[in-house]
């Protein structure tokens, strides 16, 4: 028998009351004011709530996520979410935010057959792939998994550094910052991964000296 999902709405307006409560004004401030100044980009992971983990309020986050956070230049998904916030919303960092113990990395790493998400994990495994000798020297498969799991969301900001959104915003002048961030769910901490970028050039630097320090 499928399971009613009645309580959802419960939940929903027990919420809506709380905010009201709480502040009287919290969602008219939220219809008429759209102005956030980061985009986060990461998993789908049901564990990584980007809002919380940040600890911002609905409306100061633009949000994509999808399996793995991937950014690769045919997903006009993913480049129109981009577009829209550098271009419209004017965010001034873009994060992107992997997570140890991805089992979307885990899957690609081991060759883990899972039907359909199999072509997308490709992606992945093109970052293993890459570094395959590097993590050839890793023997604790978790430790292997976590240093995928790194490697793939360093490439992604340079991924997204070579778009054409991002080379014509910064053509124009405009400030935008591309990160790449690990959460740790066994703390809830999220680590930097010194690959900070505000323009292309410096995205490829940043990711050849991490790449250094990274074993």
């Given at each position: 028998m499928e399971r009613s999902i009645e309580h959802l709405f419960t939940n929903n307006?027990?919420?809506s009351e709380r905010m009201h409560s709480e502040d009287p004004e919290y969602f008219s401030r939220l219809v008429n004011q759209q102005s956030p100044e980061y985009l986060w980009i990461g998993c789908s992971d049901s564990r990584v709530p980007a809002n919380q983990i940040i600890g911002l309020a609905p409306g100061e986050?633009?949000?994509?996520?999808n399996i793995a956070n991937v950014v690769v230049h045919s997903d006009l998904n993913a480049l129109s979410v981009i577009?829209?916030?550098v271009e419209m919303l004017r965010v001034k960092h873009i994060l992107v935010v992997g997570h140890y113990g991805c089992g979307g990395v885990k899957a690609a790493l081991f060759d883990n057959r899972t039907g359909l998400t199999d072509n997308w994990l490709r992606h992945v495994q093109d970052v293993r792939d890459r570094h395959d000798s590097r993590l050839a020297q890793i023997e604790d498969p978790k430790l292997k998994v976590d240093r995928l799991c790194e490697l793939n969301a360093m490439q992604q900001v340079v991924n997204i550094c070579q778009t054409s959104v991002l080379r014509?915003?910064?053509a124009r002048g405009q400030t935008v910052t591309v990160h790449g961030?690990?959460?740790a769910l066994e703390d809830g901490l999220v680590r930097d991964l010194g690959?900070?970028?505000g323009c292309r050039e410096e995205a490829v630097e940043r990711y050849r000296d991490a790449l250094d320090k990274i074993l």
């Open positions: 307006k027990n919420w986050v633009f949000v994509h996520r577009h829209y916030a014509d915003a910064w961030w690990c959460y690959v900070s970028a």
